[in-house]
T-cell receptor, first 114, second 114 residues
Framework: AQKITQTQPGMFVQEKEAVTLDCTYDTSDQSYGLFWYKQPSSGEMIFLIYQGSYDEQNATEGRYSLNFQKARKSANLVISASQLGDSAMYFCAMRVNTGNQFYFGTGTSLTVIP | EPEVTQTPSHQVTQMGQEVILRCVPISNHLYFYWYRQILGQKVEFLVSFYNNEISEKSEIFDDQFSVERPDGSNFTLKIRSTKLEDSAMYFC????????????FGPGTRLTVL
């Protein structure tokens, strides 16, 4: 069975600082993808970043980077230079090669403080 | 930029009534999905659809749910006899690939069952 765990229900960060949102996963599949989505208060799900299980380098997308540690089964999201607009729920998700559904974590609520 | 659209944005219905939630996936995508998010909880997979048939479904997706792609653009989720616990945000998503790559989410339909 696949499982995503996000242990931080809420996080606070000062504007312009960096913040790390934790995500660990569990799967017996060797081939999988890890995703982060942002959900602002308006409710939509916005794709941020993707990491494939065979990717050797950590994914980066602008201010977002994914700290992928395969042996520890962790895929933490790092947001650099936080902005007020980063305040939202953040969901980690996984997809495995043997299926096409996403498995989501419970989310982390990030609040950026001016 | 192409996007997934969903209508209506908010649906209020009486318990026991049928509802149809509509989605227009991105035009060249081949895989379509429905997810739901009960308020304050994580996003849960309902069903995936490919080549005009269900490819995967979760335990949540019981006989009261059905999906259809009635024409080349729309993808619908029908709930035959709504229950109070069906109140949730319902997200449609689509992807070009079935195994990897991001799924593009629509803005969601908030269903309220009274």
């Amino acid at each position: 069975a696949q499982k995503i765990t996000q242990t931080q229900p809420g996080m606070f960060v000062q504007e312009k600082e960096a913040v790390t949102l934790d995500c660990t996963y569990d799967t017996s599949d060797q081939s999988y993808g890890l995703f982060w989505y942002k959900q602002p208060s308006s409710g939509e799900m916005i794709f941020l970043i993707y990491q494939g299980s065979y990717d050797e380098q950590n994914a980066t997308e602008g201010r977002y980077s994914l700290n992928f540690q395969k042996a520890r089964k962790s895929a933490n999201l790092v947001i650099s230079a936080s902005q007020l607009g980063d305040s939202a729920m953040y969901f980690c998700a996984m997809r495995v090669n043997t299926g096409n559904q996403f498995y989501f974590g419970t989310g982390t609520s990030l609040t950026v403080i001016p | 930029e192409p996007e997934v659209t969903q209508t209506p944005s908010h649906q209020v219905t009486q318990m026991g009534q049928e509802v149809i939630l509509r989605c227009v996936p991105i035009s060249n995508h081949l895989y379509f999905y429905w997810y739901r998010q009960i308020l304050g909880q994580k996003v849960e997979f309902l069903v995936s659809f490919y080549n005009n048939e269900i490819s995967e479904k979760s335990e949540i997706f019981d006989d009261q749910f059905s999906v259809e792609r009635p024409d080349g653009s729309n993808f619908t989720l029908k709930i035959r006899s709504t229950k109070l616990e069906d109140s949730a945000m319902y997200f449609c998503a689509s992807s070009f690939s079935g195994s990897f790559g991001e799924q593009f989410f629509g803005p969601g339909t908030r269903l309220t069952v009274l």
